[in-house]
């Protein structure tokens, strides 16, 4: 279950009556499910956004790649920026500048604004990959 703790405000500060959210605590179980254009032979889980837990500027995610699943070209008309971690296994991707680059567990990449790439499990074996999005106009 998602856990969310308050600080209020009016405790420390008595002219103000508002609560502030200070942590907030989510689970596996209780991520949510959603598709994204273009994305194939994958399971994407939300674990803080604007729904699951009050995160206003990004959200962060958990892409499970089968093999050969992926994402192929995409986010050109995204104004989003984006980081992703390699958690487990070996994703693909690649730029419209033609550069290509293997990216094992432990290795991250990062995309500003309107890039575009390509991102594929191109291995006969899963991919667990960390995903971290800023929201539009942040």
């Not at 420390?12 to 596996?28: G, H, Q, S």
């Not at 958990?62 to 070209?73: C, L």
Request: with cysteine; proline share 4%; net charge negative.
């Amino acid at each position: 279950t998602t856990e969310i703790y308050t600080l209020s405000l009016h405790d420390a500060l008595p002219i103000y009556r508002k609560e502030i959210v200070i942590m907030v605590k989510n689970t596996f179980e209780n991520a949510t499910i959603y598709e994204a254009p273009g994305h194939h032979d994958v399971t994407l889980r939300r674990f803080h956004g604007k729904e699951e837990t009050g995160a206003e500027k990004f959200w962060v995610g958990m892409s499970h790649f089968e093999p050969h699943g992926g994402a192929g070209w995409g986010y050109a008309d995204n104004g989003c920026e984006k980081c992703y971690y390699i958690l487990e296994g070996q994703m693909t991707t690649k730029d419209r500048n033609g550069h290509e680059w293997k990216l094992n567990a432990g290795d991250t990449f990062s995309m500003g604004p309107y890039e575009e790439r390509y991102f594929e499990n191109e291995t006969d074996y899963p991919a667990k990959v960390l995903v971290i999005i800023t929201y539009p106009g942040v």
